[in-house]
């Protein structure tokens, strides 16, 4: 397994693109749900772009050293939302399908719990890797040997905020 490092600009510029492929699609929505944490940033920008409500379910299956453990799926109890309702085309956001497991029990969670408002739902991710045993609807790259990823946000996961705040003393202050 080969490791992908992305930078900030890389990022933003593959959610740009992610964007552009669904909005191609001519597929329309009235909701995003994104997968927390990896599909919060993905979210909300794809949210703010198309201008439709975002809700958030969190998950949770990696943990370990340098969070590369992968172990059982947790779901939160329910999803957080700013509207009463769920919208009734869903576009079901992530970072990436590695596994494939998340993104392959999201759907039938989000069915049981809100299926009376859900018309459809879609899937897009960033990486859609080939060990993966679903394929996302909507993609960007589709990565044949299987990298790890490496995020521009991944250093705070190994961050203390004792760290931060040592490094942010030692810095120069700037005055008003």
């Not at 809100?114 to 879609?122: H, M, N, P, T």
């Amino acid at each position: 397994m080969s490791d992908l490092y992305v930078s900030w600009d890389d990022y933003h510029q593959t959610i740009e693109a992610l964007a552009v492929k669904i909005y191609q699609s001519q597929w329309e929505f009235n909701q995003i749900v994104c997968l927390a944490k990896g599909g919060l940033r993905v979210g909300d920008v794809l949210a703010r772009i198309f201008d439709v409500p975002l809700a958030v379910l969190s998950t949770a299956s990696y943990g370990g050293s340098g969070n590369r453990t992968r172990g059982s799926i947790v779901f939160s109890q329910d999803l957080s939302k700013t509207t009463l309702n769920l919208g009734s085309h869903v576009l079901l956001v992530d970072d990436l399908v590695d596994s494939g497991v998340t993104l392959d029990r999201a759907t039938p969670w989000l069915m049981q719990k809100y299926g009376f408002y859900v018309d459809e739902v879609r899937t897009a991710v960033l990486w859609y890797k080939a060990c993966s045993i679903v394929k996302p609807d909507y993609f960007v790259d589709y990565l044949a040997d299987n990298p790890w990823i490496h995020q521009p946000f991944e250093k705070y996961e190994d961050m203390t905020i004792e760290q931060l705040a040592e490094a942010a003393e030692k810095q120069p202050t700037s005055t008003p």
